[in-house]
T-cell receptor, first 114, second 114 residues
Framework: AQSVAQPEDQVNVAEGNPLTVKCTYSVSGNPYLFWYVQYPNRGLQFLLKYITGDNLVKGSYGFEAEFNKSQTSFHLKKPSALVSDSALYFCAVREGTGANNLFFGTGTRLTVIP | KAGVTQTPRYLIKTRGQQVTLSCSPISGHRSVSWYQQTPGQGLQFLFEYFSETQRNKGNFPGRFSGRQFSNSRSEMNVSTLELGDSALYLC?????????????FGSGTQLSVL
């Protein structure tokens, strides 16, 4: 069975500071890992994904994430936060079986304080 | 290229009624997935359709059903509505539903059951 944990419901960071949104996962096989962002009254938007290869993945809007197999983590990071980054962030995992069942974490609300 | 379109945007129904939600995927996308989003349960997978066939199903009662048409458009139906069915229903599409593919989400249908 697959699962995703986002241990923080809320993350607050000052504008210009680095931000980290944490995610750990559990799958039976090789993980396919994703980050999505949701703005108010909108659907989810894709930020980045890890399939294989380099453990550091770069995505949209200056976000990046580091895959750590030994810690089963896939934390989302950004060097300098913007007020416009304030949103709900979801980590998701899919087992590499071809099934399209993407399993989401419970989400972390990021607030960037001006 | 038009994004994923979901209609209607908002729905208000009463208990016991049934409802049909519609989703038009991005042109050329053949896989359509449906998710239910609630504050308490987060994002939960309902089902996935590919080439008019249900390929994967989440853990929801039989009151929740769906279908896909030859043009890849999809509908989901909820019969005998319950208060707990109030949620944001999100549709997502991808090319073929491969494990490494990102999902493109619509803005959702907000269903309120009174």
């Amino acid at each position: 069975a697959q699962s995703v944990a986002q241990p923080e419901d809320q993350v607050n960071v000052a504008e210009g500071n680095p931000l980290t949104v944490k995610c750990t996962y559990s799958v039976s096989g090789n993980p396919y890992l994703f980050w999505y962002v949701q703005y108010p009254n909108r659907g989810l938007q894709f930020l980045l994904k890890y399939i294989t290869g380099d453990n550091l993945v770069k995505g949209s809007y200056g976000f990046e994430a580091e895959f750590n197999k030994s810690q089963t983590s896939f934390h989302l990071k950004k060097p300098s936060a913007l007020v416009s980054d304030s949103a709900l962030y979801f980590c998701a995992v899919r087992e590499g079986t071809g099934a399209n069942n993407l399993f989401f974490g419970t989400g972390t609300r990021l607030t960037v304080i001006p | 290229k038009a994004g994923v379109t979901q209609t209607p945007r908002y729905l208000i129904k009463t208990r016991g009624q049934q409802v049909t939600l519609s989703c038009s995927p991005i042109s050329g996308h053949r896989s359509v997935s449906w998710y239910q989003q609630t504050p308490g349960q987060g994002l939960q997978f309902l089902f996935e359709y590919f080439s008019e066939t249900q390929r994967n199903k989440g853990n929801f009662p039989g009151r929740f059903s769906g279908r896909q048409f030859s043009n890849s458009r999809s509908e989901m139906n909820v019969s005998t509505l319950e208060l707990g069915d109030s949620a944001l229903y999100l549709c997502a599409s991808s090319l073929v539903g491969g494990a490494g593919e990102k999902l493109f989400f619509g803005s959702g249908t907000q269903l309120s059951v009174l």
